[in-house]
């Protein structure tokens, strides 16, 4: 090398830049490997929102077929449909960041929220058997069912990936990675 013009490296400067090569390459697969499990974050995401488009679009119709034979429990019902109205809200702001803890935390509160309104539809419902068991309205019960069992698993798909991401970020040494490179907690969705 030294007749190309190039300074001679001694075995110390060599065992450096190895040790450089490998720091680099694992930074590298570190950041790979965190940006890859907070995109299964989102990808997880996406499952609860399919979920909760489809609860979505069965409440107005069972509300709708619900407000006549309930007649005396509108109160109830605007609830329900006010809880809804704040889980959507809640559910668009983690939707944007479904890695923020905050932002989890207030979708899952929107969430319980919802979930006693709906309680105590179907227990107002249960009340009276010929308005539960008529065509329609069983219809829409049974599709309400089957999108919280659906919201249910994609929950729990979310929280095993959130918890994944969690404990990469926690291990030493790319938990010194994670905070430079701003990849904070990700918050959990319980099921």
Do not use: C, K
């Amino acid at each position: 090398m030294a007749e190309l013009g190039l300074p001679q490296m001694s075995a110390t400067q060599w065992a450096l830049l190895a040790v450089a090569a490998v720091l680099v390459f694992w930074m590298v697969g570190a950041y790979n490997r965190l940006v890859a499990l907070r995109n299964g974050i989102g990808a997880a995401w996406q499952q609860i929102d399919a979920a909760l488009n489809h609860r979505a679009a069965v409440l107005p119709p069972l509300v709708a077929a619900l407000r006549e034979p309930l007649a005396g429990e509108h109160g109830a019902l605007d609830a329900l449909q006010a809880a809804q109205a704040q889980a959507v809200l809640a559910a668009r702001a983690l939707a944007v960041r479904p890695v923020a803890v905050e932002a989890a935390a207030s979708w899952v509160q929107a969430e319980a929220a919802l979930v006693s309104r709906a309680s105590r539809v179907l227990a107002l419902l249960d009340q009276q058997p010929a308005v539960r068991d008529s065509p329609a309205v069983a219809a829409l019960r049974q599709a309400w069912r089957e999108a919280d069992a659906q919201l249910g698993f994609a929950r729990r798909l979310f929280d095993a990936a959130a918890q994944a991401y969690n404990q990469a970020a926690r291990q030493l040494p790319t938990r010194w990675l994670a905070r430079v490179y701003g990849f904070g907690p990700a918050g959990l969705v319980g099921a």
